[in-house]
T-cell receptor
Framework: GAVVSQHPSWVICKSGTSVKIECRSL??????MFWYRQFPKQSLMLMAT?????????EQGVEKDKFLINHASLTLSTLTVTSAHPEDSSFYIC?????????????FGPGTRLTVL | LAKTTQPISMDSYEGQEVNITCSHN???????ITWYQQFPSQGPRFIIQ???TKVTNEVASLFIPADRKSSTLSLPRVSLSDTAVYYC?????????????FGQGTTLQVKP
């Protein structure tokens, strides 16, 4: 099956710093990548949809200037949390999909645990 | 996007068959139904996907009635390792750019 990786798997940073998370589709071309955030014991919350070569589409309530998304190639998308604060601590998960799969099946990465001190 | 409704939690014992039903009354014509499994601190894992009738793979079966307003995930002979959260989602590229909106999911607890 399709494999999606994330790097790093966990990161601890000081308040005010920026953190970049990478999402890669290893064995297929992902025309679309999605970014989710998940707080403890809660469901996944979609943050944004990222299409290769175009600007990301953010869900309502997600600050686009704080969560910068770049989808530069068909196998890589990055999420940068700018000026991170403790309330940004969460589990960030990406997924990748190919438009050729009309069913919209998404393949998820293992997630990145962000802790902001 | 179609909203889904599932039981918040379910308990079962090892070796039993578990059926989790999901309601999606507003499913669109082109929507697919997909089930994912998630363990703590891991990304969701694809279990099964279907459009209508019945789909079976090596880990589960998915039953979809003719009106497609609900679906049932069937896990045969569960084990302790099947303890996880199960999400039912509907969507697809024909409906809305392929994005999926996660509901609360069903927390399945398998007991020895």
């Amino acid at each position: 099956g399709a494999v999606v990786s994330q790097h790093p798997s966990w990161v601890i940073c000081k308040s005010g710093t920026s953190v970049k998370i990478e999402c890669r589709s290893l064995d297929f071309q992902a025309t679309t990548m999605f970014w989710y955030r998940q707080f403890p014991k809660q469901s996944l919350m979609l943050m944004a949809t990222s299409n290769e070569g175009s600007k990301a589409t953010y869900e309502q309530g997600v600050e686009k200037d704080k969560f910068l998304i770049n989808h530069a190639s068909l196998t890589l998308s990055t999420l940068t949390v700018t000026s991170a604060h403790p309330e940004d601590s969460s589990f960030y998960i990406c997924s990748a999909s190919s438009v050729r799969a009309l069913s919209g099946e998404q393949f998820f990465g293992p997630g990145t645990r962000l802790t902001v001190l | 996007l179609a909203k889904t409704t599932q039981p918040i939690s379910m308990d079962s014992y090892e070796g039993q068959e578990v059926n989790i039903t999901c309601s999606h009354n507003n499913i669109a014509t082109n929507d697919y139904i997909t089930w994912y499994q998630q363990f703590p601190s891991q990304g969701p894992r694809f279990i099964i996907q279907g459009y209508k009738t019945k789909v079976t793979n090596e880990v589960a079966s998915l039953f979809i009635p003719a009106d497609r307003k609900s679906s049932t995930l069937s896990l045969p002979r569960v084990s302790l390792s099947d303890t996880a959260v199960y999400y039912c989602l509907v969507g697809g590229y024909s409906s809305n750019t392929g994005k999926l909106i996660f509901g609360q999911g069903t927390t399945l607890q398998v007991k020895p």
